[in-house]
């Protein structure tokens, strides 16, 4: 008997395993990849931020190095390298979490998890074979799908999901994206740095739908002068082959006259549903939303007893760091500690250079729900190391309630942004005002200065502001 069954070992799962095991539960893990992970290790995350770090370097060598003095002949690009490093980056981390799981003692069963019913998790090998495990408590961390858009077949190799642009053997002359979300971004962003010219179709009228409105607009700006192509407020109505090109039917989003656009590759991005596949969970009557995510209580529990579900398979931001604190959250309640999860203070963040991320509301959310808030604004062109690093598109922004200062959200768009917006976070998960973060000193010359500024703009006395 075990204390707890977690299916599938992604960023929800493992961890979920391990913190359980840290605080002394018999703990099993079924996964039907042979490397733990999920997602977000294997395909997802860490594949996607090594290639946006290698392309980013090559971008640098070919537009930036010149800026710092720095000129050389003969930059090529050898793909099969860069190639090499993501699958190298991906299997050590692999290896990783194997000896954690060693190290904590939890069982780790290779195959197809399902519920037969509550307290029962069957695992059915690769090769048919399969067992039955008795669990006082059992998890469901089976995490998500690329969704997919009818008449657009996916091939993953001319007609691709975020898994096969993840290892395109060539670098495409033109690669059309469906879906201006962070995934199509990104790796649009590193195909075309490695010399794609990209197209991003988008059915609504602006990309990021669901970021703070002006800093989609300004990072819509930053990637139209990177030489991307964006078509708003147009859909893809059907693909299809021919010879060694993609033909798309591609309409306006409200009706009328359609064209047809040619490429070499397609890459459709355009959300993720929730992956439920083999679990059994209609006999066992599990309760899912419309959108098919399962529905979970404050306390993760499903509406079955003895059944939790976290991470991508419940909803909400379909990020990894979202998915392991609930994981963590979820071990620490089942061992009797009180585990929770503060949904307000989650960044997002959109690996693009510059990077944007964002914690707490938008503009337009708070708009939405009637509140007044007070914004301070500060741009990185006026940010010393921003100069110094030649690195000056963007902004910081700060959203603090007009009566109390508290902080409501900050959104930067800006170099390294993905790393100062912890800043902001830390503060909000402290209920923070704007004006603690004007007044902590801050070092100069850094990055974090700008949002300092921006704070301090808050209540009008930013010192470099122009
Ligand atoms: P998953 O990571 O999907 O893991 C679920 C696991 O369950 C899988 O390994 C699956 O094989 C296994 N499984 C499913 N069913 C069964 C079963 N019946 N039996 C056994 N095992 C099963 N998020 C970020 O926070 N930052 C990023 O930079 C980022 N980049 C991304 C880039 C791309 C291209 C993609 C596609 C996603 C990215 N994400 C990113 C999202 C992130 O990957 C997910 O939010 C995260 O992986 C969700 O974690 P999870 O544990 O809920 O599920």
């Known amino acids: 008997m075990f204390d707890l069954v977690i299916i599938g070992g992604g960023p929800g799962g493992y961890p979920a395993a391990i913190r359980a095991a840290q605080l002394g539960m018999k703990v099993a893990c079924v996964e039907t990849r042979t490397r733990m992970g999920g997602t977000c290790l294997n395909i997802g995350c860490i594949p996607s931020k090594a290639l946006l770090e290698s392309s980013e370097r090559f971008m640098a060598a070919k537009t930036e190095f010149a800026t710092h003095g720095v000129e050389f002949d003969g930059l090529r690009l050898n793909l099969a390298n860069l190639l090499d490093h993501k699958d190298k980056v991906v299997s050590g981390l692999g290896d990783g ?32 074979a399969s067992q039955t495990l008795q669990a006082k408590a059992i998890v469901i961390a089976t995490g998500s799908a690329g969704a997919t858009l009818p008449n657009v077949p996916i091939d993953e190799d001319r007609i691709v999901s975020s898994t096969g642009a993840l290892s395109f053997a060539q670098v495409p002359e033109h690669l059309v994206v469906i879906g201006a979300g962070y995934v199509g971004l990104e790796l649009g962003s590193v195909w075309q740095r490695l010399g794609s010219k990209v197209t991003v179709i988008e059915y609504l009228d602006r990309i990021t739908p669901g970021m703070d409105a002006e800093l989609a607009r300004a990072l819509h700006k930053v990637l139209q002068q990177q030489g991307f192509e964006f078509r708003l407020s147009q859909k893809v109505a059907s693909a299809r082959i021919d010879g060694d090109a993609v033909v798309l039917s591609v309409e306006p989003s409200n009706g009328g006259a359609g064209e047809e656009l040619r490429a070499d590759r397609v890459l459709v991005s355009v959300g993720r549903r929730p992956y439920i596949d083999g679990l059994g969970l209609d006999a066992i009557g599990v309760a899912r939303d419309r959108k098919g995510f399962i529905t979970v209580d404050a306390q993760w529990r499903t509406n079955v007893e003895g059944i939790y579900a976290i991470g991508d398979v419940i909803g909400g931001p379909m990020l990894a760091h979202k998915a392991t604190e609930e994981g963590i959250a979820l071990a620490e309640q089942l061992a009797g500690l009180p585990g929770h999860v503060n949904y307000g203070a989650i960044p997002a963040i959109v690996y693009t250079a510059p990077e944007a991320a964002s914690v707490g509301l938008s503009e337009e959310a708070l ?65 923070g005002a704007a004006d603690d973060l004007a007044r902590t000193c801050h070092a100069h010359p850094t990055l974090p200065e700008a949002l300092k500024e921006a704070a301090m703009d808050v209540g009008k006395w930013a010192i470099h502001s122009a």
Do not use: C, W
């Open 97 to 128: 979490i194997d000896y954690l799981f060693r190290k904590h003692k939890i069982t780790r069963l290779l195959g197809t998890g399902s519920i037969p019913g509550p307290g029962q998790v069957s695992v059915t090998a690769a090769d048919g």
């Open 367 to 431: 708009k939405d729900a009637g509140v007044n808030y007070k914004v301070g604004r500060f741009p990185f062109n006026a940010n010393s190391r921003a100069r110094a690093k030649a690195q000056t598109e963007g902004l910081a922004k700060v959203l603090a309630d007009a009566e109390t200062d508290r902080i409501l959200g900050v959104h930067i768009l800006g170099p390294e942004a993905g790393s100062l917006i912890h800043e902001a976070v830390v503060a909000m998960e402290f209920h």
